[in-house]
């Protein structure tokens, strides 16, 4: 394990429901850092952030995910949200019953009594636009973008080390693909000099959309449940809008 890594992980190999989905995949993360993957529909993209995060359905077979040193992979997912990683998700759930203001609360990683939380999530409803939306229940009647918003407002106040976010444009509109990248980069403390940023994110995008919001340092493809190419996020994106992946799934094929 490399110190001066925040995230590595090491010949991972994934099943759900007893069929494999990834194969032998290594990545690092540093402090500070920002990556992307891209890949076809089924190449495992978001089943790479489920094992990371720890949800039980996601068999890791072979391999260890390494978090701040540690070793996580049997760690439970609130474990691994007390070190420091979060996550929002592609498609999050409807939770009937449960306030937006509470599930905002129960995210900060304190442990301050609740009531003296209100003024704070208050503030970052204000931030996330969703002020609104306090008192009702979680994704119950959301538009998409309205979804995504709420996802971020949870992380915003979970402040974790490592950010997992899985296509965080997906079914929103410009105006609110600008905001959430405005989030995300104060999540990701984008807004302070390379020198003094400590989180770090791990990003799914299909479109490349959220590139023109967030400074991602590397990008990979993912095809098949293994990395295939890393490089420069951007000139990946490129070659993906002139090519395809057919050139990386050709190499899988070599």
Known sequence: MNSENLLEIEDLHV?????????????????????????????????????????????????????????VTALPVDGRARLGIGISFQRPPVVRGVKTHDMVAACFRDKRPYEQK?????????????????????????????????????????????????????GVDLENIALIGQLINELLDETHPACQQAHSGLIITHTGHILDYVNARTGYV??????????DPRDILNSIKEKGYQECVACLKK
């Open 222 to 231: 993912l095809c098949a449940g293994m990395i295939m190419c890393e490089g």
């Open 15 to 71: 099943s759900v429901d007893g069929r494999g989905i990834l194969h032998g995949l290594n990545l690092t993360l540093k402090p500070g850092e920002t990556h992307v993957i891209f890949g076809p529909n089924g190449s495992g993209k978001t089943t790479l952030l489920m094992s990371i995060m720890g949800f039980p359905r996601y068999k890791v077979t072979q391999g260890r995910i390494l978090f701040k040193g540690q070793d």
């Open 118 to 170: 209100g003024a704070e999530v208050t503030q970052l409803a204000e931030r996330a636009n969703l002020l609104g939306f306090l008192e009702r229940d979680i994704n119950h009647g959301f538009s998409g973008g309205e979804i995504k918003r709420s996802e971020m407002l949870q992380l915003l106040a979970q402040n974790p080390d490592l950010a997992l976010l899985d296509e965080p444009e997906s």
